[in-house]
């Protein structure tokens, strides 16, 4: 995944006077900023952001997830999300090899069965993520400091239109994790494990973790 350097990051803004509402403490209506750093234009999203870049993202080459069944109802609802941000991750980390739609739509399928709301004390929304990775992918000194989300609440989670995105760009996290602790290439099995924090793991959960994942990516490469 590329990298971009901390001092592309972030902007200095110098003090200045903004309006605010008139009141008995602050007559003038005026207070100042202090002077304060700035994440820059592309290297974060919000929700306006996220939309902004849906709405107008050229979908003529982007490789779609496979329409194969999986016997799952809403099961092909969300290729568009799904093909839209994978192509949008690869192309802005350089992913090589580039991640691959069907292993986005196994997993959401494999965790999820592609309900916007499972029941689940742990983990949030379509993708499942949890409370950990939602805090970890907003946090500006964290391990993905270098492209973050803002704003985004663990209600927002539960709108596709958000949570694909963010999982999405955790993958592309975990992809380079994973190569790091392999030293070679990782596969889409190892990115999956990976994310699922079970790669060096040894714990017989591990395959019955990973079955329902299996299942559907092989359905989804017939």
Same mark, same amino acid.
């Given at each position: 995944? @590329?990298?971009?350097?901390?001092?592309? /990051?972030?902007?200095?803004?110098?003090?200045?006077?903004?309006?605010?509402?008139? &009141?008995? !403490?602050? #007559?003038?209506?005026?207070?100042?900023?202090?002077?304060? &750093? /700035?994440?820059?234009?592309? =290297?974060?999203?919000?929700? !306006?952001?996220? $939309?902004?870049?849906?709405?107008?993202?050229?979908?003529?080459?982007?490789? $779609?997830?496979? *329409?194969? &069944?999986?016997?799952? #109802?809403?099961?092909?609802?969300?290729?568009?999300?799904?093909?839209?941000?994978?192509?949008?991750?690869? *192309?802005?980390?350089?992913?090589? #090899?580039?991640?691959? +739609?069907?292993?986005?739509?196994?997993?959401?399928?494999?965790?999820?069965?592609?309900? =916007?709301?499972?029941?689940?004390?742990?983990?949030?929304?379509?993708?499942?993520?949890?409370?950990?990775?939602? /805090?970890?992918?907003?946090?500006?000194?964290?391990?993905?400091?270098?492209?973050?989300? =803002?704003?985004?609440?663990?209600?927002?989670?539960?709108? +596709?239109?958000?949570?694909? +995105?963010?999982?999405?760009?955790?993958?592309?996290?975990? !992809?380079?994790?994973?190569?790091?602790?392999? @030293?070679?290439?990782?596969?889409?099995?190892?990115?999956?494990?990976?994310?699922?924090?079970?790669?060096? &793991?040894?714990?017989? $959960?591990?395959?019955?973790?990973?079955? /329902?994942?299996?299942?559907? $990516?092989?359905?989804?490469?017939?």
């Amino acid at each position: 995944m @590329g990298k971009k350097s901390s001092a592309t /990051r972030k902007t200095r803004v110098r003090a200045h006077p903004r309006r605010v509402t008139q &009141s008995q !403490k602050n #007559p003038s209506g005026v207070t100042v900023v202090d002077e304060h &750093s /700035r994440r820059l234009p592309g =290297t974060y999203l919000d929700e !306006k952001e996220i $939309y902004k870049i849906a709405n107008g993202y050229s979908l003529k080459k982007v490789p $779609y997830p496979s *329409s194969n &069944s999986l016997d799952r #109802p809403d099961e092909n609802k969300y290729n568009d999300l799904i093909g839209m941000w994978t192509d949008y991750f690869n *192309s802005l980390f350089a992913i090589k #090899p580039p991640l691959d +739609p069907d292993m986005i739509k196994a997993l959401i399928g494999s965790e999820s069965d592609f309900k =916007t709301n499972p029941k689940n004390p742990i983990a949030i929304g379509i993708a499942q993520i949890t409370k950990e990775t939602h /805090r970890i992918v907003q946090d500006p000194k964290g391990e993905v400091k270098d492209f973050i989300f =803002t704003k985004i609440s663990q209600k927002d989670l539960k709108n +596709p239109d958000i949570a694909i +995105p963010v999982a999405i760009r955790w993958l592309a996290h975990k !992809k380079s994790l994973a190569e790091k602790k392999l @030293g070679r290439t990782a596969n889409h099995e190892d990115i999956i494990l990976e994310y699922k924090g079970l790669l060096k &793991s040894k714990t017989l $959960y591990k395959g019955n973790a990973f079955e /329902r994942y299996r299942e559907f $990516y092989g359905k989804l490469k017939k």
